[in-house]
């Protein structure tokens, strides 16, 4: 069993060398966690075939899928074309739902993933700072909607982060403890499924506040963005939790 899942979300960022210095930061690590690189589609394939003949313990994932197998859409990539690569897709991140993504389309995008055997990572999040719990809550609970309707039936394990937007790309991190009341409900609301859930909490994470984050009861892994551009740091925050 994994001990904690850790994501690094390069999001428009990074290069072959990048990915160099992960395989060989990891290529020692001996620990039961679950670490997954989210780089740009562009390094996918590169990603892919280091981890296979590097025997990385790594594991990747993708930034984004379209909700369509096939078809007229000038720029998309399908889960259908990266099932060869990649196990795992982040879904409805908050950068992608300022795009217009809707719940009908995240949907869409969580069936894709499950029918091409790549493991959803939805993310769900208030965008603003909210005094009421209950008000939090209820976005989430919205966002959690086309997930729990598509797996309550099915043994899909969950990938879930809860990422809130006001505390992306800033040091205004959320307080660890917000984040665990917030963590909690995540797993009521889902716990009449059949599925095994991982809740994970993202934004602003580092390696000076990730700790906090992972003594909350029901959170067992970090969606890391901006620390992920520096595979020391990174490596510093999944080493320093075993």
Request: with cysteine; net charge positive.
């Amino acid at each position: 069993m994994n001990n904690n899942i850790y994501i690094a979300n390069f999001k428009m960022n990074g290069n072959i060398q990048l990915i160099d210095k992960y395989i060989n930061l990891f290529k020692n690590y001996n620990g039961n966690d679950l670490i997954i690189l989210c780089p740009p589609f562009t390094l996918l394939n590169y990603c892919s075939e280091k981890i296979k003949t590097q025997k990385s313990v790594l594991k990747l994932g993708a930034q984004n899928i379209h909700h369509e197998t096939e078809g007229a859409y000038t720029g998309e990539i399908s889960a259908n074309l990266i099932k060869s690569y990649s196990k795992y897709s982040i879904i409805g991140h908050s950068e992608r739902r300022l795009n217009g993504e809707t719940n009908e389309i995240i949907t869409k995008k969580l069936i894709s993933s499950l029918k091409n055997n790549i493991k959803p990572i939805l993310c769900v999040g208030e965008y603003n700072y909210l005094d009421n719990a209950n008000e939090t809550f209820k976005i989430i609970e919205d966002q959690l909607k086309p997930l729990k309707s598509i797996v309550s039936n099915s043994n899909h394990p969950l990938l879930i982060a809860y990422e809130p937007v006001w505390a992306i790309g800033n040091n205004n991190s959320c307080d660890p403890g917000r984040a665990g009341e917030i963590a909690n409900f995540i797993k009521r609301f889902v716990a009449d499924t059949k599925n095994n859930v991982n809740i994970l909490y993202g934004g602003s994470v580092d390696d000076k506040n990730h700790q906090g984050y992972l003594k909350q009861k029901n959170i067992n892994g970090l969606l890391v963005g901006t620390a992920s551009l520096d595979p020391t740091k990174f490596y510093n925050i999944v080493n320093n939790n075993r």
